[in-house]
């Protein structure tokens, strides 16, 4: 009888306690950005258990995101009308030079950019009203055969981790899965800006010397302008600092700020989706799964449609236990549909030289150059292109 009241036995009863007293929860949401809340919403949504982990305290810190949705995004998602800006018809492409640029106007808004923070808070509320818990403050530390070790709140068993955790994904790591190794680097400046003062447009620098292998750009809606440049790392060689703040001092479009001025940055993963994005532990959505445009580098159409994806293969999977559902989440078959969109990105990259890029724009300024521009910054197409309702999966 003294044999459960030992020291071993003690050790052994507290350890039983524990185990007994652990969290479980079916699904277990690392990162709570715009995939990982939308996910899981999703999956509350069909009455799974849902914890979300983040370690920023509040979401408005830490964004990387200019937050320009699409118009495709914007007429197939509910995205809240009070928190967009208003709409962006007009797109103006630079030379280095930045002199005569090659003006593309659509018929219809094409663009409008949101209020980020906001738009995460919106998530935020919509995932907990459908049921899922949300804990900010609390880092993931790795997971292993279930068991979630986090930082800032107790151990959780979870039958199944989604890895919203970013670029450089350490679910991504854990579960054995793929990781972005094509990487741009941005940064940016928001600021608000007098209302009134000009059109809302797009404006567009390629200048390698500014942004090597992507543009600078500027964004002004008429509530507020983003300026930024991003590019390949490795050729950044002044720094992106010191480069952003070198070309927002005469970036065409740009307007004097009437408030605070916010600086944002990270890492955009440009290799296109990954080939490994799920197995029996767990998948990937949002940057994680490289789920960004590699040529234009958007990334918020393809988080909120590859989150709808991952939602219903998990449901499926959860409660079926088929490990056949598993395929319908195939990053290889996803990254047959963007061939083009990753010729035109090594295409881009190759453009080193002022002297190239002068040239570049003299291109688009022919009908058919304005043409594929039109395409590309106006088209109806979706990247990645899923079907969001794979109810025959695992059959």
């Not at 797109?91 to 808004?109: G, H, I």
């Not at 959505?285 to 918020?300: E, F, I, N, Q």
């Amino acid at each position: 009888m003294s044999g459960g009241f030992g020291a071993n036995g003690t050790v052994a009863y507290k350890a039983g306690l524990a185990s007994r007293s652990m969290q479980k929860v079916d699904v277990l949401v690392v990162g709570a950005g715009l995939a990982g809340l939308r996910t899981a919403r999703l999956l509350a949504q069909q009455d799974l258990d849902v914890l979300v982990v983040d370690r920023r305290r509040v979401l408005a810190a830490g964004i990387r995101t200019t937050g320009i949705f699409v118009r495709r995004t914007l007429d197939d998602f509910d995205l809240p009308e009070h928190l967009l800006g208003p709409g962006v018809r007009d797109v103006l492409l630079y030379p280095p030079s930045r002199r005569a640029p090659v003006r593309l106007t659509s018929d219809r808004d094409e663009y409008r950019v949101a209020e980020m923070a906001a738009v995460y808070e919106h998530e935020r509320r919509a995932a907990e009203s459908a049921g899922a818990r949300v804990l900010l403050g609390v880092r993931y530390v790795g997971a292993s055969r279930g068991l979630v070790r986090l930082e800032g709140a107790e151990a959780v068993r979870a039958r199944f981790v989604v890895g919203a955790d970013g670029a450089r994904s350490r679910v991504a790591r854990d579960l054995g899965l793929d990781v972005n190794r094509r990487f741009l680097v941005g940064a940016e400046l928001v600021h608000p800006v007098a209302q009134g003062t000009a059109a809302p447009a797009f404006h567009c620098v390629l200048d390698p010397r500014v942004a090597p292998g992507y543009l600078g750009w500027v964004i002004d809606d008429g509530r507020h302008a983003h300026v930024g440049v991003a590019g390949y790392p490795e050729a950044m060689r002044a720094g992106v600092r010191h480069l952003l703040d070198a070309f927002a001092a005469d970036a065409p479009g740009r307007a004097a700020p009437i408030g605070p001025v916010e600086r944002r940055g990270g890492p955009i993963p440009v290799g296109g989706v990954l080939r490994r994005l799920a197995c029996p532990a767990g998948l990937l959505v949002g940057d994680a799964a490289g789920a960004v445009s590699p040529l234009t580098a958007g990334g918020l159409d393809p988080c909120l449609r590859l989150s709808e994806l991952a939602a219903a293969v998990t449901v499926a999977y959860l409660r079926t236990g088929d490990q056949r559902v598993l395929r319908r989440y195939d990053g290889e078959a996803l990254r047959r549909r963007f061939r083009g969109r990753l010729a035109l990105r090594r295409a881009f990259a190759g453009i080193r030289s002022p002297l190239a890029a002068e040239a570049a724009v003299q291109v688009l300024r022919s009908r058919a150059g304005r043409a594929v521009a039109a395409r590309i910054l106006f088209g109806d197409g979706s990247f990645p292109a899923v079907d969001a309702h794979p109810v025959d999966a695992g059959r």
